[in-house]
């Protein structure tokens, strides 16, 4: 048996390195792609700026619209509810023609007379205007995100709600009447969580693709919350 | 100052006619309306930053074409009244 000190070998120190353990390596994710979302309901796009049922309208954007958000759909009343102001405005440019056969302006002096229908006319044209900015700017939206309902009901008098597409509860529609069947339009009633305000879409063209379409959104809000996409 | 003693108060008051009090009035009532299609320009422009479309240059100029067309009304009644 040799007698001999045999040194053991120098185990190597361990190097500390700065690499943190598998377990505690952060799972970094992909950069999220910008959110769209998918729908059933194939959406167009929609040029023409006055259309009453718009999808996806095209340089059309909202005071409070951020930027990822995107306007699915943008309702105004239905055309044929402007027929009775569209008439009464026809009526009114057509009525001087009647001083020809019904002078009824003769008691006035001539210069008044000529007054009178200048400043008919300014009316006219004053009261056409009005009634077509309160139908052009009365508008409801539906982005990706929320529900949005703009009214104008004078032209003095604004009010703006919104509200969380996850905040609505209910959609109910509502389309009655020989009219309203004829030209396919009705009101839309849309209740909504808490404190939020409810919401009526009164006589928008097709309400059942908008209801259609807000119960889409809704279910699609649901998984992505449950995904834990939400924004 | 001018100094009226009460006899040419009258006699001032007795000149005025009928239809010159109608043409104040009109122009009076026109000059109200100036004023409305002002506001109606300045809520057309209020409503337009609400709502951005591609018809809200139109219906501005023609809201600004109404408020000028008030304004030359204004200066017709009180030329031609």
């Given amino acids: 048996m040799p007698d001999l000190y045999i040194a053991k070998e120098k185990e190597e120190p361990k190097k500390i390195t700065a690499e943190p353990k598998a377990e505690d390596k952060k799972i970094v994710e992909p950069p999220a792609e910008k959110k769209t979302k998918k729908l059933e309901i ?182 992505e919350f449950l995904d834990g996409r939400t924004r | 100052m001018i100094n009226l003693n009460p006899e040419q108060i009258i006699q001032f008051l007795l000149k005025i006619q009928f239809w010159d009090v109608v043409k104040a009035l009109v122009c009076f009532a026109l000059f109200i309306y100036v004023l409305i299609a002002l506001v109606v320009v300045k809520q057309v422009n209020m409503m337009a930053e609400v709502i951005n479309g591609q018809m809200n240059p139109l219906i501005k100029i023609v809201a600004m074409i109404h408020f000028l067309g008030a304004i030359l009304v204004l200066l017709i009644a009180i030329m031609v009244l």
């Fill in chain 1, 42 to 223: 194939d959406l167009v796009e929609t040029s023409n700026p006055i259309a009453a049922f718009a999808t996806k309208p095209i340089g059309v954007r909202f005071e409070t619209q951020t930027d990822e958000e995107e306007i699915v759909l943008l309702l105004r009343k239905h055309w044929i509810t402007n027929v009775p102001w569209i008439c009464f405005g026809g009526l009114m440019i057509f009525a001087p023609l009647v001083l020809r056969w019904f002078p009824l302006l003769n008691f006035l002096p001539a210069r008044f007379q000529l007054m009178a229908v200048i400043i008919w006319y300014l009316l006219t044209i004053f009261i056409i205007f009005e009634k077509f900015l309160t139908w052009y700017f009365n508008v409801s939206i539906i982005t990706d995100e929320r529900i949005v309902d703009v009214d104008f009901n004078n032209l003095i008098y604004k009010e703006i709600s919104e509200a969380k597409i996850d905040k609505v509860q209910d959609v109910t529609y509502k389309m009655g009447g020989a009219i309203r069947t004829l030209f396919h339009y009705g009101d839309v009633y849309i209740q909504t969580a808490g404190t939020e305000p409810n919401f009526e879409f009164l006589a928008i063209p097709k309400p059942e693709q908008v209801v259609k379409l807000l119960n889409q959104l809704r279910e699609e809000e649901e998984r």
